[in-house]
């Protein structure tokens, strides 16, 4: 598939005229994902427990985005208008968020690390967050504003990603190997932390349940509140993200060349940091720790539209959305009546696809 | 245009690089920056670039002080071609000549008919053109170096610094981007660049800076600095003269201790 790919990439770019011509890549892929992320947000909302047929579905959520009195309701039971704006719609929104917020964040990380292998919960972000949110459940800061759940989290995935940072990059890279494994030892030690919380809080068994649930990652019964909490984040996030696109195109080039071709390098490592945390924070404070979305989705992508960010993010967003959305169905419909955590579901994809990544570039690392 | 350094010195980690270094690159002429391994000519033309503020001294460009000028504006007027021209990601040769031209535009716009002139130019005199839809990162190393070289140019800068750019390079392509160089001044760049190799100074440079130690030890003309009695005892070797059929003159070194005896 990577040579298919990367083939393809070749033809697009030569179609383009080597980048001279009006057709690129991106002018393929980007209307190709976005039609996709189309269907199955359709196909989301109509397949479930109870199905809903997909005439319903558009209808019932034209009516609800389109000015009031434009689309008639009368033919729609009250049932299926709630199954369809109350119960599912919300849930596929969050996982069109977590989507999008995971795999720009990865995108970001990979850039920033100059490392193809870098991701927020590979390399301990995820767990920095959600560690974050533990403290904001079992304090009950949770209880009096949701709010607190998003700061609480992007707390702890900054110290995350900043300890990390430390220990892991020298001028500017961290090299594979490295980076990897002071990840994983970072993300361990946080998960103890919480795990520890969590078991001290075994007490009351209903809190203690909820928490491990969540941090399975999972997005069962999301309702708008869960909208209203995450997308203001993500939003600032992918702003922050897309602004910097042309900057982060030089750091992959390295500090020097990247201060020589005129980027602010210390500012837009603090930007570029911030983003990846606020993104991950916001994804984990609603999904709990969902992995590997922000490794499979930039590098396949990458395959196709080259390096460049200015469409790379853009690109990631809309693919990240669809697959952790096409995830989140499977999850819902591959065991019914029970649902498979949706954390178990990206890693079921992501991991293989990780450890492949590995393989492949084992002479970098020096062992296997 | 001229660039320059005034008594300027770099500490880094409360070790020294360098000390005391005035120096000034000018227009229409190629300055060689040689000394020994960690006699700091990296440093010299990082300081120039505007890559490391100096912590002592400054770094003027037409006399103002690089440290309190934009980014953005010195990279207009100051390109600098690293020694590490490792490529992590696959962008085509074509997407990194291009990034020159990122501080002539804006933040979203895209490369205008005049920017991808500038480009195809560059990729052109680099020799490069042929490449550029390849993708960088599964180039050679000597064919990454022009590649470097094409984006320095791309960026129209009037001064272009490089860090030992020969050396990963076979010996046509040292020639020919020695010969660039020198083209390039001659069009009214100023040019400064670190070398190992002593004859090619004497064939291609207007002026030599020598540096020893951190300090800069002689600048001036060819023949002023590449003498017997300042080579010999910074480098260490006593100096041979051979005077080709071609009336080229070249030299030889020879190591002080005489040749490693086998153990």
Known sequence: ?368 | MSLSLRNAGIQIDGRSLIRGVSLSIESERVTAVVGPNGSGKSTVLRLLAGLWKPTEGLAELNGEDLARLPREAIAREVTFVPQDTRVDFAFTVRDVVAMGRYPHVGRFDSLGPADNEAVNAALTRADVAHLEDRFANELSGGERQRVLIARSLATEAGAILLDEPTASLDIDHSLETLELLRELASEGKAVAVALHDLNAVMRWADQVALMNGGRLEAIGAVGEVVRDDLVEPVFGVTVEHIRAASGNETLVFHRLQGPRTAA
Request: proline content about 4%; aromatic content about 8%; glycine content about 10%.
């Open chain 1, 1 to 368: 598939m990577r040579a298919n790919l990367s083939h393809l990439r070749r033809r697009l770019t030569a179609a383009s005229g080597g980048g001279k011509g009006w057709l690129s890549p991106a002018l393929v892929v980007i209307p190709v994902v976005s039609a996709l992320l189309a269907i199955v947000a359709v196909a989301g909302v109509a397949i479930g427990s109870t199905g809903v047929a997909w005439e319903t579905v558009i209808r019932v959520l034209a009516a609800k985005i389109l000015p009031t009195g434009w689309i008639e309701l009368d033919s729609v039971s009250e049932a299926d208008q709630a199954i369809v704006w109350l119960i599912r719609a919300p849930r596929i929104i969050v996982a069109g968020l977590v989507g999008a917020a995971l795999a720009v964040a990865g995108t970001q990380l990979q850039g920033i690390f100059r490392n193809p292998l870098a991701e927020s919960s590979i390399i301990g972000v995820s767990q920095g967050a959600a560690l974050g949110a533990v403290v904001a459940f079992i304090t009950g800061w949770v209880a009096s504003s949701a709010l607190w759940l998003p700061l609480a989290a992007f707390v702890g995935a900054f110290l995350a990603l900043f300890a990390v940072y430390m220990i892991a990059s020298r001028a500017g890279r961290a090299p594979v190997a490295t980076l990897l494994l002071a990840g994983i030892a970072l993300g361990a030690m946080i998960t103890a932390c919480s795990s520890l919380l969590i078991s001290l809080s075994f007490v009351d068994w209903q809190v203690a349940g909820e928490i491990v649930f969540w941090i399975m990652g999972g997005l069962d019964s999301r309702t708008w509140t869960h909208v209203v909490i995450c997308a203001p984040f993500v939003a600032l996030g992918l702003l922050i993200a897309l602004w910097h696109s042309r900057d982060l195109d030089l750091m992959l080039l390295g500090e020097e060349t990247a201060t020589s071709l005129g980027a602010d390098v210390e500012r837009v490592r603090r930007a570029v940091l911030f983003a990846a945390a606020l993104l991950t924070a916001a994804a984990v404070s609603v999904s709990g720790v969902v992995g590997f979305v922000g490794l499979v989705v930039p590098h396949a992508l990458r395959l196709v539209l080259g390096p460049s960010h200015r469409t790379l993010l853009a690109a990631s967003a809309l693919a990240g959305a669809t697959f952790v959305i096409a995830c989140d169905l499977l999850a819902r419909t591959a065991n019914p009546p029970t649902e498979i955590r949706l954390g178990v579901v990206t890693a079921a994809f992501g991991a293989p696809f990780f450890l492949y990544l590995l393989r492949q570039r084992r002479k970098e690392i020096g062992f296997f």
